[in-house]
């Protein structure tokens, strides 16, 4: 039996060996077959995912698609290779088997990859989770997971390439010193990063500014060296990460009201309508349905000013939209306008009076 069998790979080894520019050509195609099969199945399958909220489904068929139709062509190319080194009699055998072994870390380690970039994705977005994860922590999490995975896919690269791990390891630890020295700036960023995801004083998507340096705008990404913050003339403007370790920061985003702080001035001839004035506004303002009344309101007389009789307006918007708020306060205006006028007063603009003594008629004539 047992030479029944060898004769027979014989007989097929011969077989394969006379047409074997035909089997590679065949495995080749095969290979574009199944590569567009899988590509149009994944299509569709993460079409028909895409449309449930489930965070995980399409997060899954998003992750091994990719892989799947790459693994298709290596370990396709990689067969046929071996069909060649093997009926031509060439040495690569062994290494075709390590390509392999590289290949199948690698692509899982890519499937991870992908699988953890869709799921950021769907837990930071509206309708998969009840309450939407934040984008900072979700980021924060998917580059430490990430992180991770280039690390420990790194390290069996090596040791299936026939690198020794400890002595790696060690290596690492001798020379972290040096690198240490020389990457400070990149690890005060590395560490900076740290504080802003611990910390956060801010998130992507939040209006920020320091008094400390120019740095106004709104965060587009937060990365582990540097944030992205586009400025208001929409100019990117990218901040080392350690630079917040010494700097104050504001974030107007997290504002609970926005502030009405102006002054408004009558004519001196209106004086005896000012009390009323004053009154009618302040009403108006805790009749308001934009203004927040649980917070301080005042309207009280502030000045004698060169040309006016001045009082002042302070209280804050319900809105800290910046758009609404503009519309809010210039209804407020527009009712004081009002109300001045309602009154028989004017608001009072830069006006000089002069003076002048009753001239004494008469004086020297001419001769």
Not at 48 to 56: H, S
Not at 163 to 188: E, M, Q
Not at 264 to 271: E, L
Not at 277 to 282: D, E, P, Q, R, S
Request: net charge negative; hydrophobic share 45%.
């Amino acid at each position: 039996m047992n030479d029944f069998l060898d004769n027979l790979w014989s007989d097929f080894d011969a077989m394969l060996a006379e047409h074997w520019i035909i089997w590679v050509f065949g495995i080749v195609f095969l290979v574009m077959l199944l590569h567009f099969i899988a590509g149009r199945f994944f299509a569709k399958a993460l079409k028909r995912a895409e449309k449930t909220k489930v965070v995980w489904d399409d997060a899954v068929i998003f992750g091994i698609s990719g892989p799947i139709e790459l693994g298709i062509w290596v370990f396709g190319i990689n067969f046929a290779a071996l069909i060649t080194a093997r009926l031509t009699e060439l040495e690569w055998i062994s290494t075709i088997g390590t390509i392999n072994r590289v290949a199948v870390v690698l692509l899982l380690s890519w499937t991870a990859l992908r699988f953890i970039k869709r799921a950021e994705v769907n837990m930071t977005a509206e309708g998969y989770l009840e309450k939407p994860m934040d984008i900072t922590t979700a980021k924060a999490l998917g580059n430490l997971i990430k992180t991770s995975i280039v690390i420990t896919a790194s390290l069996v690269v090596l040791q299936t390439l026939g690198f020794s791990i400890s002595g790696v390891l060690a290596f690492g630890g001798i020379g972290g010193i040096a690198v240490g020295f020389a990457a400070r700036d990149l690890l005060a960023n590395f560490f900076g990063a740290l504080t802003i995801y611990l910390d956060k004083p801010f998130a992507v998507g939040d209006w920020i500014r320091s008094p400390d340096k120019s740095v106004e705008g709104t965060v587009e990404d937060i990365g582990w060296r540097r944030c992205v913050i586009r400025t208001f003339d929409k100019r990117p403007l990218y901040v080392p990460n350690s630079a917040f370790n010494t700097i104050s920061v504001e974030n107007p985003s997290r504002m609970s009201n926005r502030r009405i702080n102006e002054t408004i001035g009558v004519r001196y001839s209106d004086a005896e309508k000012l009390g009323d004035i004053v009154a009618a506004v302040k009403q108006m303002l805790k009749e308001h349905e934009d203004i927040d009344n649980d917070q301080i309101t005042m309207v009280n007389f502030n000045s004698f000013a060169p040309s006016s009789l001045d009082f002042f307006i302070y209280t804050f918007t319900k809105t800290t939209d910046w758009a609404e708020y503009h519309q809010v306060k210039q209804d407020v205006l527009f009712r004081i306008e009002n109300i001045i006028r309602d009154n028989g007063a004017e608001i009072a603009f830069p006006t000089s009076t002069v003076y002048t003594p009753d001239l004494e008629r008469g004086g020297a004539q001419e001769g």
